[in-house]
Protein backbone atom coordinates (compact mmCIF):
# COMPACT_ATOMS: atom_id res chain seq x y z
CA UNK A 1 0.00 0.00 0.00
CA UNK A 2 1.52 3.54 -1.00
CA UNK A 3 2.07 6.00 1.69
CA UNK A 4 -0.35 8.49 0.41
CA UNK A 5 -3.11 6.08 0.45
CA UNK A 6 -2.30 4.99 4.08
CA UNK A 7 -2.62 8.13 5.18
CA UNK A 8 -5.87 8.92 3.28
CA UNK A 9 -7.54 6.04 4.38
CA UNK A 10 -5.93 6.80 8.03
CA UNK A 11 -7.88 10.25 8.17
CA UNK A 12 -10.90 8.77 6.61
CA UNK A 13 -11.45 5.70 9.09
CA UNK A 14 -10.78 7.44 12.36
CA UNK A 15 -10.65 10.84 12.10
CA UNK A 16 -11.54 11.74 15.90
CA UNK A 17 -8.43 10.02 16.92
CA UNK A 18 -5.86 11.99 14.92
CA UNK A 19 -7.83 15.46 15.70
CA UNK A 20 -8.35 14.59 19.55
CA UNK A 21 -4.38 13.90 19.80
CA UNK A 22 -3.53 16.80 17.89
CA UNK A 23 -3.69 19.59 20.83
CA UNK A 24 -0.29 19.39 23.19
CA UNK A 25 -0.36 21.76 26.11
CA UNK A 26 1.08 24.98 26.44
CA UNK A 27 4.31 23.92 27.64
CA UNK A 28 6.34 26.36 29.87
CA UNK A 29 10.18 28.05 29.41
CA UNK A 30 10.74 25.66 32.29
CA UNK A 31 9.67 22.48 30.24
CA UNK A 32 12.29 20.66 28.34
CA UNK A 33 9.67 18.05 26.40
CA UNK A 34 12.08 16.46 24.51
CA UNK A 35 15.55 16.24 22.45
CA UNK A 36 16.93 19.37 22.31
CA UNK A 37 14.16 21.39 23.69
CA UNK A 38 11.06 23.16 23.11
CA UNK A 39 12.45 24.24 19.80
CA UNK A 40 14.36 21.52 18.96
CA UNK A 41 17.21 23.57 18.45
CA UNK A 42 19.78 23.27 21.85
CA UNK A 43 18.45 26.98 22.62
CA UNK A 44 16.91 27.61 26.62
CA UNK A 45 15.26 30.20 27.72
CA UNK A 46 17.38 33.27 27.94
CA UNK A 47 15.07 34.13 30.42
CA UNK A 48 17.18 32.35 33.34
CA UNK A 49 20.35 32.09 34.88
CA UNK A 50 21.93 28.98 35.71
CA UNK A 51 25.43 28.59 37.63
CA UNK A 52 28.68 28.91 35.53
CA UNK A 53 30.32 27.20 38.78
CA UNK A 54 29.92 24.18 39.88
CA UNK A 55 31.81 20.58 41.62
CA UNK A 56 30.99 18.45 43.51
CA UNK A 57 31.02 20.77 46.98
CA UNK A 58 29.24 23.82 44.59
CA UNK A 59 25.83 24.44 43.24
CA UNK A 60 24.77 21.28 43.62
CA UNK A 61 20.72 21.29 44.54
CA UNK A 62 20.32 17.40 44.49
CA UNK A 63 22.25 14.14 43.18
CA UNK A 64 20.31 10.66 42.69
CA UNK A 65 21.68 7.30 41.33
CA UNK A 66 20.65 6.34 38.01
CA UNK A 67 20.40 2.88 37.14
CA UNK A 68 22.05 0.69 34.76
CA UNK A 69 23.54 3.13 31.93
CA UNK A 70 22.49 5.31 28.98
CA UNK A 71 23.23 8.62 27.01
CA UNK A 72 19.64 10.02 26.61
CA UNK A 73 19.63 13.52 28.41
CA UNK A 74 16.82 14.64 30.80
CA UNK A 75 13.05 14.98 30.16
CA UNK A 76 11.51 17.85 32.17
CA UNK A 77 7.61 18.36 32.40
CA UNK A 78 5.94 19.98 35.27
CA UNK A 79 7.34 18.36 37.89
CA UNK A 80 8.86 15.35 36.93
CA UNK A 81 12.49 14.52 35.02
CA UNK A 82 12.24 11.59 32.31
CA UNK A 83 15.42 9.51 31.60
CA UNK A 84 16.15 6.04 29.47
CA UNK A 85 18.37 3.65 30.48
CA UNK A 86 19.56 0.16 30.09
CA UNK A 87 21.21 -2.68 32.51
CA UNK A 88 22.97 -5.07 30.34
CA UNK A 89 23.18 -7.55 33.54
CA UNK A 90 19.62 -7.59 33.95
CA UNK A 91 19.05 -7.02 30.16
CA UNK A 92 16.23 -4.61 30.85
CA UNK A 93 15.84 -1.64 29.13
CA UNK A 94 13.41 1.00 31.30
CA UNK A 95 12.33 4.62 31.58
CA UNK A 96 12.76 6.33 34.84
CA UNK A 97 11.00 8.79 36.61
CA UNK A 98 12.51 11.51 39.28
CA UNK A 99 10.72 14.32 41.99
CA UNK A 100 11.75 17.65 39.50
CA UNK A 101 12.59 19.35 42.97
CA UNK A 102 13.90 16.43 45.17
CA UNK A 103 15.83 13.98 42.72
CA UNK A 104 13.76 11.32 44.74
CA UNK A 105 13.09 8.49 41.90
CA UNK A 106 9.25 8.19 41.87
CA UNK A 107 8.90 4.83 39.00
CA UNK A 108 10.75 2.94 37.39
CA UNK A 109 8.85 1.11 34.40
CA UNK A 110 10.99 -1.87 32.30
CA UNK A 111 9.99 -1.66 28.78
CA UNK A 112 12.36 -5.04 27.62
CA UNK A 113 13.57 -7.95 29.30
CA UNK A 114 15.91 -9.47 27.28
CA UNK A 115 16.72 -9.29 23.34
CA UNK A 116 19.65 -6.96 24.08
CA UNK A 117 22.55 -7.04 21.12
CA UNK A 118 26.41 -7.46 21.69
CA UNK A 119 27.16 -5.81 18.75
CA UNK A 120 28.01 -1.89 18.40
CA UNK A 121 30.81 0.68 19.24
CA UNK A 122 31.94 0.17 22.71
CA UNK A 123 30.68 3.80 23.61
CA UNK A 124 27.14 2.66 22.52
CA UNK A 125 24.78 2.08 25.03
CA UNK A 126 21.14 0.12 24.74
CA UNK A 127 19.54 3.23 25.61
CA UNK A 128 20.85 6.51 23.83
CA UNK A 129 17.45 7.84 23.06
CA UNK A 130 16.27 11.05 24.77
CA UNK A 131 12.26 10.40 26.14
CA UNK A 132 9.55 12.69 24.33
CA UNK A 133 7.13 13.79 26.35
CA UNK A 134 2.91 15.84 25.01
CA UNK A 135 2.15 16.40 28.33
CA UNK A 136 -0.01 13.01 28.60
CA UNK A 137 2.32 10.43 27.82
CA UNK A 138 5.86 9.64 27.66
CA UNK A 139 7.80 8.26 23.89
CA UNK A 140 10.97 6.41 24.14
CA UNK A 141 12.57 3.93 20.93
CA UNK A 142 14.78 1.55 22.08
CA UNK A 143 16.79 -1.19 19.50
CA UNK A 144 15.48 -4.92 20.84
CA UNK A 145 15.92 -8.31 19.31
CA UNK A 146 16.97 -6.96 16.13
CA UNK A 147 14.09 -4.37 15.52
CA UNK A 148 13.39 -0.52 16.42
CA UNK A 149 10.22 0.07 18.58
CA UNK A 150 8.63 3.18 20.13
CA UNK A 151 6.83 2.45 23.11
CA UNK A 152 4.73 5.29 24.84
CA UNK A 153 4.06 5.21 28.71
CA UNK A 154 1.74 7.29 30.77
CA UNK A 155 3.28 9.88 33.00
CA UNK A 156 2.51 7.44 35.96
CA UNK A 157 4.94 4.53 33.69
CA UNK A 158 2.17 2.32 32.62
CA UNK A 159 2.71 1.58 29.74
CA UNK A 160 0.11 2.17 26.92
CA UNK A 161 1.34 1.17 23.21
CA UNK A 162 3.75 -0.30 21.70
CA UNK A 163 4.98 -0.23 17.53
CA UNK A 164 7.60 -2.09 16.10
CA UNK A 165 9.03 0.15 13.05
CA UNK A 166 11.78 -1.70 11.89
CA UNK A 167 13.94 -4.45 11.43
CA UNK A 168 17.63 -2.95 12.65
CA UNK A 169 20.52 -3.84 11.97
CA UNK A 170 23.21 -2.62 15.14
CA UNK A 171 26.21 -1.08 13.34
CA UNK A 172 28.02 1.58 15.35
CA UNK A 173 24.59 1.51 18.15
CA UNK A 174 21.32 3.69 18.04
CA UNK A 175 20.52 7.01 19.44
CA UNK A 176 17.53 8.73 17.41
CA UNK A 177 14.94 10.34 19.52
CA UNK A 178 11.24 10.59 19.11
CA UNK A 179 9.64 13.87 18.25
CA UNK A 180 6.38 14.93 18.70
CA UNK A 181 4.23 17.26 15.89
CA UNK A 182 0.64 17.63 16.05
CA UNK A 183 -1.07 14.22 16.70
CA UNK A 184 1.97 12.23 15.42
CA UNK A 185 4.84 10.93 17.47
CA UNK A 186 7.77 10.68 14.62
CA UNK A 187 10.57 8.08 14.53
CA UNK A 188 13.61 7.24 12.87
CA UNK A 189 15.77 3.92 12.49
CA UNK A 190 18.37 4.63 9.45
CA UNK A 191 20.07 1.01 9.31
CA UNK A 192 21.96 -1.02 6.71
CA UNK A 193 19.62 -3.16 6.68
CA UNK A 194 17.06 -0.53 5.34
CA UNK A 195 15.40 1.96 7.86
CA UNK A 196 12.61 3.95 7.72
CA UNK A 197 11.11 6.97 9.18
CA UNK A 198 7.44 6.75 10.37
CA UNK A 199 4.79 8.84 12.04
CA UNK A 200 2.99 7.32 14.44
CA UNK A 201 -0.31 8.61 16.26
CA UNK A 202 0.73 9.77 19.76
CA UNK A 203 -2.49 7.73 21.34
CA UNK A 204 -2.89 4.31 20.34
CA UNK A 205 0.67 3.79 18.14
CA UNK A 206 -1.02 3.48 15.05
CA UNK A 207 1.63 3.96 11.77
CA UNK A 208 -0.26 6.82 9.88
CA UNK A 209 2.68 7.25 7.71
CA UNK A 210 6.01 5.79 7.11
CA UNK A 211 8.84 6.44 4.47
CA UNK A 212 11.59 3.47 3.63
CA UNK A 213 14.76 4.61 3.93
CA UNK A 214 18.27 2.78 2.01
CA UNK A 215 20.09 0.47 3.48
CA UNK A 216 22.82 2.66 5.29
CA UNK A 217 23.94 2.68 8.97
CA UNK A 218 22.51 6.48 9.93
CA UNK A 219 21.82 8.04 13.75
CA UNK A 220 20.37 11.46 13.65
CA UNK A 221 17.31 11.98 14.99
CA UNK A 222 13.90 13.50 13.09
CA UNK A 223 13.90 17.26 13.42
CA UNK A 224 11.06 19.65 12.69
CA UNK A 225 12.07 23.18 12.19
CA UNK A 226 10.31 26.21 9.97
CA UNK A 227 12.68 26.89 6.99
CA UNK A 228 11.73 28.51 3.66
CA UNK A 229 8.19 29.86 5.09
CA UNK A 230 7.16 26.05 6.24
CA UNK A 231 7.40 23.39 9.11
CA UNK A 232 9.50 20.54 7.80
CA UNK A 233 10.47 17.44 8.38
CA UNK A 234 14.74 17.02 8.04
CA UNK A 235 16.52 14.14 8.13
CA UNK A 236 20.76 14.11 7.27
CA UNK A 237 22.30 10.80 6.15
CA UNK A 238 22.21 8.07 4.22
CA UNK A 239 24.20 10.69 1.18
CA UNK A 240 21.23 12.49 1.39
CA UNK A 241 19.56 15.66 2.82
CA UNK A 242 15.72 15.34 2.85
CA UNK A 243 12.93 17.83 3.86
CA UNK A 244 9.09 16.63 4.36
CA UNK A 245 5.95 17.12 5.18
CA UNK A 246 5.58 15.67 9.22
CA UNK A 247 2.01 15.73 8.95
CA UNK A 248 1.97 13.43 5.99
CA UNK A 249 5.51 11.86 5.31
CA UNK A 250 5.37 13.29 1.57
CA UNK A 251 8.77 14.28 0.10
CA UNK A 252 9.12 18.02 -0.24
CA UNK A 253 12.82 17.79 -1.59
CA UNK A 254 15.86 16.11 -1.78
CA UNK A 255 19.25 16.17 -2.77
CA UNK A 256 22.47 14.21 -3.04
CA UNK A 257 24.74 15.50 -0.13
CA UNK A 258 25.61 15.43 3.58
CA UNK A 259 27.52 11.98 3.45
CA UNK A 260 26.60 8.60 4.84
CA UNK A 261 27.01 8.81 8.19
CA UNK A 262 25.82 11.57 10.27
CA UNK A 263 24.68 12.14 14.10
CA UNK A 264 24.15 15.52 14.70
CA UNK A 265 20.33 16.92 14.52
CA UNK A 266 19.92 19.86 12.09
CA UNK A 267 19.99 23.44 12.67
CA UNK A 268 18.42 26.67 10.59
CA UNK A 269 18.31 30.35 10.71
CA UNK A 270 15.03 29.70 8.93
CA UNK A 271 16.11 29.54 5.20
CA UNK A 272 19.54 27.04 5.51
CA UNK A 273 19.92 23.81 7.08
CA UNK A 274 22.88 22.70 8.07
CA UNK A 275 24.14 19.26 7.38
CA UNK A 276 27.42 17.58 9.18
CA UNK A 277 28.52 14.10 9.11
CA UNK A 278 31.64 11.92 9.92
CA UNK A 279 31.80 8.80 7.75
CA UNK A 280 32.74 8.20 5.51
CA UNK A 281 34.29 11.79 5.34
CA UNK A 282 34.41 14.92 6.82
CA UNK A 283 31.47 17.04 5.65
CA UNK A 284 29.45 19.96 6.32
CA UNK A 285 26.98 22.00 4.28
CA UNK A 286 24.73 24.23 4.40
CA UNK A 287 21.92 24.00 2.13
CA UNK A 288 18.80 26.07 0.50
CA UNK A 289 15.44 24.39 2.33
CA UNK A 290 13.18 25.96 -0.75
CA UNK A 291 13.53 22.84 -3.01
CA UNK A 292 16.37 24.10 -4.66
CA UNK A 293 18.69 22.11 -3.85
CA UNK A 294 21.68 24.88 -3.48
CA UNK A 295 24.29 24.16 -1.78
CA UNK A 296 25.60 27.03 -0.42
CA UNK A 297 28.54 26.70 1.26
CA UNK A 298 30.89 23.29 2.46
CA UNK A 299 33.90 22.59 4.46
CA UNK A 300 35.37 18.86 5.62
CA UNK A 301 35.37 20.29 9.39
CA UNK A 302 34.16 17.13 12.01
CA UNK A 303 31.57 18.18 13.81
CA UNK A 304 30.22 14.40 13.73
CA UNK A 305 28.41 13.76 16.98
CA UNK A 306 27.81 17.23 18.99
CA UNK A 307 25.00 19.03 17.21
CA UNK A 308 25.38 23.09 16.55
CA UNK A 309 23.71 26.31 17.35
CA UNK A 310 22.79 28.93 15.43
CA UNK A 311 22.02 32.38 16.95
CA UNK A 312 21.52 35.33 14.86
CA UNK A 313 23.23 34.02 11.63
CA UNK A 314 25.90 32.87 13.16
CA UNK A 315 26.84 29.46 13.80
CA UNK A 316 28.59 27.77 17.59
CA UNK A 317 29.84 24.46 17.54
CA UNK A 318 31.92 22.14 19.24
CA UNK A 319 33.99 19.40 17.27
CA UNK A 320 34.61 16.23 18.31
CA UNK A 321 38.11 16.49 18.76
CA UNK A 322 37.56 19.54 21.23
CA UNK A 323 37.39 23.15 19.08
CA UNK A 324 34.68 25.61 20.18
CA UNK A 325 34.31 27.42 15.99
CA UNK A 326 32.07 30.29 15.30
CA UNK A 327 30.87 30.31 11.48
CA UNK A 328 28.89 33.10 9.71
CA UNK A 329 26.23 30.73 8.14
CA UNK A 330 24.91 32.59 4.72
CA UNK A 331 28.93 32.27 3.59
CA UNK A 332 30.46 29.75 5.99
CA UNK A 333 33.64 32.00 6.63
CA UNK A 334 35.01 31.00 9.80
CA UNK A 335 35.14 33.97 12.49
CA UNK A 336 36.85 32.34 15.09
CA UNK A 337 38.71 29.40 16.69
CA UNK A 338 38.79 28.57 20.41
CA UNK A 339 40.86 24.98 22.02
CA UNK A 340 38.98 23.74 24.89
CA UNK A 341 39.77 20.01 25.86
CA UNK A 342 39.10 16.66 25.57
CA UNK A 343 36.56 14.38 23.17
CA UNK A 344 33.00 15.98 22.82
CA UNK A 345 30.04 13.88 22.13
CA UNK A 346 27.11 15.85 24.05
CA UNK A 347 25.88 18.60 22.11
CA UNK A 348 26.12 22.45 23.34
CA UNK A 349 23.06 24.16 25.06
CA UNK A 350 22.70 28.17 24.30
CA UNK A 351 21.01 30.28 27.20
CA UNK A 352 21.52 33.92 26.79
CA UNK A 353 24.59 34.62 24.96
CA UNK A 354 26.53 31.83 27.40
CA UNK A 355 26.86 28.09 25.72
CA UNK A 356 27.55 25.30 28.09
CA UNK A 357 29.19 22.34 26.68
CA UNK A 358 30.66 19.05 28.66
CA UNK A 359 33.21 17.08 27.27
CA UNK A 360 33.44 13.01 27.84
CA UNK A 361 35.68 13.32 30.80
CA UNK A 362 32.60 15.11 32.93
CA UNK A 363 34.65 18.68 31.82
CA UNK A 364 32.27 21.37 31.31
CA UNK A 365 32.97 24.36 29.24
CA UNK A 366 31.00 27.80 29.24
CA UNK A 367 31.62 30.17 26.83
CA UNK A 368 30.56 33.26 24.94
CA UNK A 369 28.12 33.19 22.28
CA UNK A 370 29.86 36.36 20.25
CA UNK A 371 30.78 36.41 16.45
CA UNK A 372 33.54 38.58 17.05
CA UNK A 373 36.10 36.58 19.39
CA UNK A 374 36.33 33.40 21.47
CA UNK A 375 35.39 34.19 25.54
CA UNK A 376 35.74 31.17 28.10
CA UNK A 377 34.15 32.47 30.52
CA UNK A 378 34.32 29.32 32.65
CA UNK A 379 35.66 25.58 33.04
CA UNK A 380 33.66 22.54 35.57
CA UNK A 381 34.53 19.32 36.14
CA UNK A 382 31.70 16.77 37.79
CA UNK A 383 32.33 12.91 37.73
CA UNK A 384 34.56 10.76 35.13
CA UNK A 385 32.19 10.76 32.21
CA UNK A 386 29.63 12.45 30.39
CA UNK A 387 28.18 11.28 26.87
CA UNK A 388 24.19 12.63 27.80
CA UNK A 389 23.92 16.27 26.48
CA UNK A 390 22.57 18.58 30.08
CA UNK A 391 19.45 19.74 29.98
CA UNK A 392 19.36 23.64 31.39
CA UNK A 393 15.66 24.75 32.43
CA UNK A 394 14.32 27.69 35.67
CA UNK A 395 17.98 28.42 36.08
CA UNK A 396 19.15 24.93 36.94
CA UNK A 397 21.19 22.51 35.22
CA UNK A 398 20.25 18.99 34.95
CA UNK A 399 23.66 16.62 34.12
CA UNK A 400 23.89 13.15 33.59
CA UNK A 401 27.33 12.11 34.83
CA UNK A 402 28.98 9.17 35.80
CA UNK A 403 30.77 8.74 38.47
CA UNK A 404 33.16 5.67 40.56
CA UNK A 405 31.32 4.73 43.53
CA UNK A 406 33.11 2.00 45.58
CA UNK A 407 35.25 0.88 42.81
CA UNK A 408 32.08 0.38 40.35
CA UNK A 409 30.46 2.68 37.68
CA UNK A 410 27.48 4.46 39.00
CA UNK A 411 25.22 7.14 37.02
CA UNK A 412 24.14 9.73 38.90
CA UNK A 413 21.38 13.13 37.95
CA UNK A 414 22.37 15.76 39.43
CA UNK A 415 20.72 19.25 39.64
CA UNK A 416 22.47 22.19 39.67
CA UNK A 417 21.75 25.37 40.56
CA UNK A 418 23.07 28.40 42.52
CA UNK A 419 22.92 28.05 46.16
Known amino acids: ????????????????????????????????????????????????????????????????????????????????????????????????????????????????????????????????????????????????????????????????????????????????????????????????????????????????????????????????????????????????VTGMDPLTGKILWEIDGATTECVTSTVSNGELILTSGGYPKNHMSAVKADGSGEVVWENSTRVYVPSMLVMDDYIYSVTDNGVAICWDIKTGKERWKGRLAGTFSSSPVLVGTRIYVTNEAGESFVFRANPDKFTLIAENKLGSEVFATPTIVDSRIFMRVTEEVDGKRQEMLYCIGRK
Open 1 to 240: MSRTLLVCLTLLLCPSAILSAANLPQFKSSDWPWWRGLHRNGVASARQNPPVKWSETENIIWKSPVPGRGYGSPTVYNDKIFLASADTEQETQFVLCYDRQTGKQLWKTDVFKGGLSTKGNKKSTHASSTVACDGERVFINFINNGAAYTTALSLDGKQLWQTKITDYIIHQGYGSSPAIYGPLVIVSADNKGGGAIAGLNRTDGKIIWKNERPKTPNYPSPIILKVAGKEQLLMTGCNL
